[in-house]
């Protein structure tokens, strides 16, 4: 079956760093753009990061700067390097497979089952 574990959340203090981690399994993980999504409590979904086939990237203007996605096709992974941590960025990180339909769009395929991330003193 197809899975995404993600890994390496925690509590950071602000101004710190935090590295995550996603491992997938199921399908065909170098064929797909790997997103990241956050939930910050009793918020909705934020889009976060992009890194796509080619690995070029692309960051949501909150994180621009201060994260950094990249990915090993060979492991199967897709990783977020989280610099100057702010509270804000207080959430539930989610790794996701990215799909493109002309009817739909791009869409979400797969995602994995989250990390918690708390960044305060």
């Known amino acids: 079956e197809v899975q995404l574990v993600e890994s390496g959340g925690g509590l950071v203090q602000p101004g710190g760093s935090l590295s995550l981690s996603c491992v997938a399994s199921?399908?065909?993980?170098?064929?797909?753009?790997m997103s990241w999504v956050r939930q910050a409590p009793g918020k909705g979904l934020e889009w976060v990061s992009s890194?796509?086939?080619?690995?070029?990237?692309y960051y949501a203007n909150s994180v621009k700067g201060r994260f950094v996605s990249s990915r090993d096709n060979a492991k199967n992974m897709v990783f977020l390097q989280m610099n100057s941590l702010k509270t804000a960025d207080t959430a539930v990180y989610y790794c996701?497979?990215?799909?493109?339909?002309?009817?739909?769009?791009?869409?979400?395929?797969?995602w994995g089952q989250g990390t918690q991330v708390t960044v305060s003193s």
């Open positions: 199921g399908f065909t993980f170098s064929s797909y753009r």
């Open positions: 996701a497979a990215l799909s493109f339909t002309r009817r739909a769009g791009y869409y979400f395929t797969y």
């Open positions: 890194i796509h086939t080619g690995s070029d990237t």
